[in-house]
């Protein structure tokens, strides 16, 4: 698993995720580890390498 720092899109604090690379395109819903806030993330690897990291607030 790879570790990787983003800015939360809610309360900007700066927030850990762990990701992982075998698993070439992930789009998933993860709650903010400081606000608690839903975050969708999409996250595209290749060849293990992270390509797209994208940390979207969810409308509610
Ligand atoms: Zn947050």
Do not use: G, K
Request: glycine share 0%; with cysteine; aromatic share 14%.
């Amino acid at each position: 698993m790879n570790e990787h720092f983003f800015q939360c899109p809610y309360c900007w604090e700066e927030v850990s995720v762990l990701l992982d690379p075998s698993v070439q395109q992930q789009t998933y819903i993860e709650d903010c580890e400081t606000c608690c806030n839903p975050i969708e993330f999409h996250i595209e690897f290749e060849s293990n390498e992270l390509q797209v990291f994208e940390a979207r607030p969810i409308e509610q």
